[in-house]
């Protein structure tokens, strides 16, 4: 769902529902990572090339960053679902 290149996310704001699991694919020459900003989820690495999968169960917004690059932001708004 979210493509990493050119040191963006891109969306770099997407709404989904809570249970929906967001993809970070890394199409850079170099690693990025994806930190929340308040400990929702540790830091993920991602590697050129690779991608990396996190389910959001909760919902609420998700801020997050590029640890290696901090000006490198995105956002997760997550919505309520049934069964969740």
Known sequence: MITIQNS???????????????TWT????????????????KNITINKGDNSQ?????????NYHDSKNPSMTGKIIVTRSKGY
């Open 8 to 22: 963006k996310f891109n969306p770099d704001t997407i709404n989904i529902m809570a249970g929906s699991t967001v």
């Open 54 to 62: 996190y389910i959001f169960y909760k919902e609420g917004t998700y």
């Open 26 to 41: 890394n199409n850079d020459s170099i690693p990025h990572t994806v930190v929340s900003d308040t400990g929702a989820f």
